[in-house]
């Protein structure tokens, strides 16, 4: 018997891509960026606070990005707003980022490349890879996205970064570009992401909708996201969940 | 020992993309579309030299894509030049596109998204997929080559589709905007290809270059691209032959 791709009824459309927004969907981002401001402060001798620093630095990254889209600034990849948000997150922190040699601060940069996964998402894409095209659907620009993948085993099919499509998510050309670079309809995507914000965003221009439930990539005291807060296509607390819910059976089991 | 990154003369660069072109050095397309070719025949009743069809819809590719480089024509994905081209090639046969069903047409359309790759091309990317970011440098449209991954399993770690450069090879912008979603300078970036043109186009935007021969790409009585025309960076006859002279071990060798 042939494999039949899931179709949910919002859309009435087989899904052949499920699409993934990464930081906190598929890696953990706290924890990641957390470690490696760790080695840093040690190397350079300065006492900080390295969650409350990773908190920070991500703070920055919605207001950063809004500049761009409320069209105030050209299209700018994610590695130089990164980059710009960590010399405001040091001076957050008392710290002059021009007395700190520039490949300190460089080398912390990508430590957004080395996001570990969370321990559920490469068994899950593995899943999901055999019966649907697997990608990104991030805010990362491409050699961000690709250095994760290669360092974190994430086994996508393409990688569309933001610097493809020109554009920030929630911004519907995040999504409608990237559909159309697959050639495939709105409908027969979908989108599985954490933040019901983007599967709001998501879901108005036509996308199938997964939520994956992430109620520690804020740390032990999220407050957001803890739940779906939309009538969700499919909704999980992990990625090999989602897996078991398109019928994307075990790693054991023979590949159709 | 860690492993050292082939670092060629020609650009005093260490090498940290292996890209692909893909018709005719990864997938022989001869092959595959002559096979399409034949079902489509036997199943509208045509009489048709299935491997000279596929000669002649492919003789109208560099025409169609020389229109765009030129400037003539805006940018059109290959998609829809492979399916303009289709029809004038049943033409030259005789055959009245317009008097054959649509949906046979774009069935055809698509062996190009089906092709089978050379006997050597999954194991050879695999090894150097391990040392080396590996992907496709084509003239093909994303959802064509990632149509074509998984339908023969080459194992890309990204896909820069020509939508995505927005131009076709052999123009300069083409290697180089693939490079920059790289994140990569492009003597960081070596192209493999069987065909002397495009790897002359790419050495002469400094990119490091290695030929990988494939004589029977046009058939038994093929002329052209027999042999290396130019002082290229690796020469090789196979895709694992080049994962050795990149120094990317055998399948059964422990990754470092």
Redesign the interface.
């Known amino acids: 018997m042939s494999f039949q791709p899931y179709r949910p009824s919002s859309t009435g459309r087989p899904v052949r891509a499920v699409l993934f927004d990464t930081f906190g969907t598929v890696v953990d981002w706290r924890t990641g960026v957390a470690r490696e401001v760790a080695s840093f402060a040690a190397a350079q001798g300065f006492a900080l606070d390295a969650q409350a620093f990773a908190d920070h630095w991500r703070a920055l990254y919605q207001p950063a990005m809004e500049a761009i889209r409320s069209g105030q600034r050209s299209f700018t990849k994610l590695?130089t707003l990164h980059r710009e948000n960590l010399d405001e997150a040091l001076r957050q922190h008392g710290i002059n980022p021009e007395q700190v040699p520039s490949e300190a601060l460089n080398g912390l940069n990508t430590s957004w490349h080395r996001l570990p996964a969370w321990p559920d998402s490469v068994e899950g894409l593995t899943r999901i890879h055999r019966h649907f095209?697997v990608g990104p659907l991030s805010n990362g620009?491409?050699?961000l996205l690709?250095d994760m993948?290669?360092n974190a085993g994430l086994p996508w099919?393409?990688?569309?970064?933001s610097?493809?499509t020109g554009t920030y998510k929630p911004l519907p050309q995040a999504y409608l570009r990237t559909a159309e670079?697959?050639?495939?309809e709105p409908g027969e995507v979908m989108l599985a992401a954490a933040h019901n914000s983007d599967l709001h965003a998501a879901r108005a221009v036509g996308l199938a909708t997964a939520f994956v439930a992430r109620p520690t990539e804020h740390g032990p005291g999220q407050v957001a996201d803890l739940a779906p807060e939309g009538g969700w296509d499919l909704v999980a607390s992990s990625i090999t969940e989602l897996a078991d819910l398109l019928g994307a059976g075990t790693l054991l089991a023979k590949v159709p």
């Open positions: 590695d095209i620009n491409t050699s690709l993948a290669r099919d393409v990688i569309i970064g610097d493809m670079f697959l050639d495939l």
